[in-house]
């Protein structure tokens, strides 16, 4: 139980009922980065290409770390049945091969905005508050139980809308981008929604008082706010010009 970071609170308020606590936890899609300023400007067009190859070349390092996230949900899941279904998630982004898998996915679409990957896999674009984000969350998965873990994997219950949006959008408002690099979106539209109907079994099943949802809820809250955080700092570096230290002399 992770109360150093997400605290549970005492209630004697009787359980929602299953289907009264899913619809709690989809409601929070209203905290989903999609609605973040930068999302917003990105998807209608208003991003110039540095601001567009900083998000892809920052979102790399979280892409990076959705496997060690998941081996590490793994190491803490007792329930071999559990396991099989959730080592899917680090086949999916690391793929069996060199040539397949999210994470090459992802390093085709920042060769499609311009980026070499070399950039990418060097990580030197990476924002200090994106990196701190991303840690946090792989921190949190490390010290979690699984079904806490499972729990703060649900964003993924909003991700397929904006994956869509992406695909039906960029190619008219972003025509520098070589469409070749939309296979991660593309791909993650089918495997999303897999990884969601198992993460969400779990979290109804394991949370089943009032307190406990409630502390489902704070957990769901915890990864949106992770996704919140990367954006904030990339407003900042991108859209204020603002990157980290740009007030400070340099040598």
Request: hydrophobic residues 40%; aromatic residues 12%; charged residues 30%.
């Amino acid at each position: 139980m992770i109360e150093f970071a997400i605290k549970r609170s005492p209630s004697d308020a009787p359980a929602w009922s299953r289907d009264e606590f899913a619809r709690r936890l989809r409601d929070k899609e209203r905290y989903y980065h999609i609605h973040h300023p930068f999302h917003v400007r990105m998807n209608e067009g208003g991003l110039d290409r540095e601001a567009v190859q900083g998000w892809v070349a920052n979102r790399f390092y979280y892409q990076t770390s959705i496997p060690i996230k998941d081996a590490a949900v793994l190491a803490n899941c007792p329930d071999r049945a559990a396991r099989r279904l959730w080592i899917q998630r680090i086949l999916d982004h690391d793929g069996s091969t060199d040539a397949d898998g999210g994470i090459e996915a992802w390093l085709q679409l920042g060769e499609a905005v311009g980026l070499t990957r070399a950039e990418l896999e060097d990580e030197t674009r990476v924002l200090p508050g994106v990196r701190f984000a991303v840690d946090a969350y792989v921190n949190f998965a490390r010290r979690a139980s699984f079904e806490e873990a499972a729990c703060s994997s649900l964003t993924e219950l909003f991700a397929p809308t904006i994956h869509q949006r992406r695909l039906d959008n960029w190619p008219e408002i972003y025509p520098w981008i070589d469409e070749r690099g939309y296979r991660y979106f593309r791909k993650r539209l089918s495997e999303a929604r897999r990884d969601v109907e198992h993460g969400v079994a779990v979290t109804l099943d394991h949370f089943v008082t009032r307190s406990d949802q409630e502390y489902a809820l704070s957990i769901l809250q915890f990864k949106l706010n992770v996704l919140w955080t990367m954006l904030d700092a990339m407003w900042m570096a991108y859209i204020e010009h603002k990157p980290p230290f740009f007030s400070c002399a340099h040598d």
